[in-house]
């Protein structure tokens, strides 16, 4: 299993996909004057570019180096953070220039109806897509073991745009029923912000999280996946002899690993010779699950 080779290819599909995403959204929003279209379009390009600084990430990442011996895995956190902000970023800029649109509209300001047909065929257009490229992370993830943070992190941007288009497909759709003169007909006018309104406050909670678990990584936290944690502590109580007290300090950068055992033995009854023996053992057990792990052992005095 390469992580590395799995990733590239991933991320390279995903940089031409979000590249036709942008390219349908603003051409639909020159034919309609949809706001929602405008955003959609802006959202692809920002998930495109930032996919760019992905490949570059994946490719240095686990090269070590006098200032990253343990590999450079920071910068790929670092990007999820970003990411993370980018996409909090559009999302709140969406909200507070639709918010304005509407303030207007009830201030008096004239605002153009939007046209609907062409939002149809792109919605079915980048629904077909995002459920396309979400079955083919789904596949790539499961070659990795889940273990790409990279990989996760598209994964979850293409299930939000795809959250994104299915809502407004069907508020569209909902918004076509309403005719001029009836009680609701505003909607004619400000139903393009109030979808898009609904849509940044469905969507705020991914950022938010992206943010939190990469901002965990970086500040030195400790492993918040409990699958994971879980594993390793099981893997650590097999290999160490039953009897030595020890703690453990488990965190994660990116898709790299760093696993500190603190043993609490005489150190006298420890020689140099076992502490090889059970950082390599639990390396060898561990690597083929994490690939990028680190073992360091620790005597604590007395």
């Known amino acids: 299993m390469d992580i590395q080779k799995i990733e590239n290819k991933t991320l390279w599909i995903t940089v031409m996909a979000n590249l036709v995403f ?31 600084l992905a490949i570059y990430i994946s490719k240095h990442k686990h090269k070590k180096t006098a200032v990253f011996p343990y ?33 207007n509209f009830f201030q008096g300001e004239k605002i153009t109806p939007i046209v609907m047909t062409p939002i149809y065929y792109y919605v079915g257009f980048v629904l077909v897509m995002t459920f396309a490229l979400l079955y083919y992370f789904k596949k790539q993830n499961q070659k990795t073991n889940h273990k790409s943070s990279l990989l996760l992190v598209e994964a979850e941007s293409a299930k939000v745009d795809g959250i994104l288009t299915s809502v407004t497909g069907f508020a569209f759709f909902l918004l076509s029923f309403i005719s001029i003169g009836s009680k609701i007909d505003f909607m004619i006018f400000i139903g393009d912000s109030i979808i898009v309104i609904l849509m940044c406050l469905i969507m705020i909670q991914s950022p938010l999280k992206i943010i939190k678990d990469a901002f965990i990584e970086l500040s030195g936290g400790t492993l918040q996946n409990k699958e994971d944690k879980i594993l390793i502590e099981t893997t650590i109580e097999k290999v160490i002899s039953k009897g030595i007290s020890y703690e453990t300090y488990i965190s994660k950068v990116g898709s790299g690993y760093l696993i500190v055992i603190y043993l609490n033995p ?21 690597i083929p699950v994490f690939k990028f792990v680190e073992v360091e052992m620790v005597i604590r005095p007395k």
């Open 22 to 52: 942008a390219i349908a959204g603003w051409v639909t929003y020159q034919y309609t004057g949809s706001e929602a279209m405008l955003m959609d379009g802006n959202f692809s390009f920002a998930l495109g570019f930032a996919t760019l």
């Open 71 to 103: 590999g450079q895995f920071v910068y790929e956190a670092a990007f999820v953070l970003s990411k993370g902000l980018l996409i909090l970023g559009i999302i709140v800029m969406a909200l507070s220039q639709n918010t304005l649109k509407i303030i």
């Open 266 to 286: 005489n150190t006298e009854t420890i020689s140099l010779t076992s502490f090889g023996g059970i950082q390599e053992k639990l390396k060898n057990q561990l």
